[in-house]
């Protein structure tokens, strides 16, 4: 591999000749090769963001030059698109507060930026690109703004869709009356309309709960540079950048009520995962309710029949199993699984600053970005399409003795029991 000398506050280091990074990124890869998680799409999209929201904001403070401004924001707006992902290929578990990506996004946006501007280097990665930042703002603020991204332009579409369609299916079943279980065990019948309107409530519930996060994810860190302190950043930075941000996103951002809190705690971060996860345990119920619901042919309960998507076994023909549930539930497990690994992360705020934030970042964003494709799947190749098996539905619930609980306040609980008894020893309808 053809490579060229960069060189950093630390010495020289070799980089391949046609990365678009420099020697501090080249030292990160070369330090953690741990995993191949890498930062995200919608987690580059973010920094790509907020560099060129900085640049404007210290161009408009007088801070700097225009024409650097301009450069930064062309190079940093493609970084945001995403032309440029493939460099950047630092590892997810490497420096807790993220600094080794803050330069790596540094390093890219100058270099480009001298390939725009056609000279060797007309914006430093440190001086201009990072001016008035510190990874100990930048990070923190990327986590809240990839995460609120997903939020708004993935999760909440696909909830509404699962919701309106769940609704769709809860009027087309309302009719239809299936034995209600409690403890997997017979009890009274409900309509297969009332269930699906409790699953399309959860889906609801979970859209407000996780929406009610929101104004504090909206607060954004920069502005805070070193530890919180402000130090070399233009008081009004925060602020200015913050409503760049807004203006580009559509999102409601601030810059945070105190950066001592923003930058020394993952809190927020821990607040939407658990709202996140609650949404992962209503899917996982839903998703469940549909296996047993489908469970069959023959020897299940067989009240309702998902749409057949693939072959179920690879030696036992024609069988055909509830995938998307399955995967629906997969899905639950990793976000139960992200949001424990967010909450220990977060409990490491030693001090000013926590020390495990790429790893809150990607697990926070993935556990939005899964349930967003999976709420959407659901919907459309499960709900949308399954038919119920109405006959024997009804066979089965007209043989439940445990209709007798609507005699109960005319012939009294003991006399009920009585009669459920003699129902099911003699298999008779009551």
Do not use: C
Not at 1 to 17: C, F, L, Y
Not at 46 to 54: D, R, T, V
Not at 79 to 89: L, R, T
């Amino acid at each position: 591999m053809k490579m060229r000398t960069e060189r950093d506050s630390m010495g020289e280091m070799q980089v391949p000749a046609e990365a678009m990074y420099g020697a501090t990124t080249a030292r990160a890869v070369e330090n953690f090769p741990i995993s191949e998680l890498r930062y995200t799409r919608q987690m580059i999209r973010a920094l790509g963001l907020i560099k060129k929201a900085a640049a404007q904001a210290n161009a408009d403070l007088g801070l700097l030059d225009q024409t650097k401004a301009d450069l930064i924001k062309s190079a940093a707006q493609e970084v945001a698109d995403g032309h440029w992902d493939e460099h950047f290929p630092i590892d997810i578990f490497q420096t807790g507060s993220g600094t080794s990506t803050n330069m790596n996004a540094n390093e890219v946006i100058a270099t480009r930026a001298a390939q725009i501007a056609g000279t060797e280097r007309p914006v430093h990665p440190n001086d201009d690109v990072n001016m008035g930042q510190s990874s100990n703002d930048v990070i923190p603020a990327s986590i809240h703004l990839s995460t609120a991204l997903a939020i708004k332009e993935l999760l909440f579409p696909a909830m509404k869709n699962l919701e309106s369609t769940l609704e769709t299916k809860a009027a087309e079943t309302a009719d239809i009356v299936k034995m209600g279980r409690t403890h997997l065990m017979d009890a009274m019948p409900v309509t297969i309309g009332q269930a699906v309107a409790g699953w399309a409530a959860q889906v609801r519930q979970s859209r407000a709960r996780i929406e009610s996060t929101l104004p504090r994810l909206g607060q954004l860190a920069i502005g805070g540079t070193a530890v919180g302190t402000g130090i070399n950043a233009h008081p009004e930075l925060g602020a200015r950048v913050a409503a760049f941000l807004s203006n580009d996103t559509g999102l409601n951002l601030t810059e945070a009520e105190n950066h001592f809190e923003a930058q020394a705690t993952q809190d927020t971060a821990v607040e939407v995962s658990g709202q996140l996860k609650t949404y992962a345990t209503a899917l996982m119920k839903i998703a469940n309710d549909l296996r047993w619901m489908n469970s069959g042919p023959q020897g299940g309960l067989g009240e309702i029949k998902l749409q057949a998507l693939q072959p179920g076994s690879s030696i036992m023909p024609g069988k055909v199993n509830p995938v998307i549930p399955e995967a629906t539930m997969m899905v639950a497990a990793q976000v139960i699984g992200n949001d424990a690994t967010i909450t220990t992360g977060a409990q490491h705020g030693n001090f000013e600053l926590n020390v495990m934030l790429p790893v809150i970042g990607y697990n926070l964003v993935q556990s939005a970005e899964l349930l967003a494709s999976t709420s959407q799947v659901l919907a459309d190749k499960a709900i949308a399409g399954f038919e119920v098996n109405e006959e024997a539905i009804a066979e089965v619930v007209e043989k439940n003795p445990i209709m007798v609980t609507a005699l109960n306040a005319i012939i009294g609980y003991e006399k009920g029991a009585e009669i459920a008894k003699r129902a099911y020893a003699e298999n008779r309808r009551v």
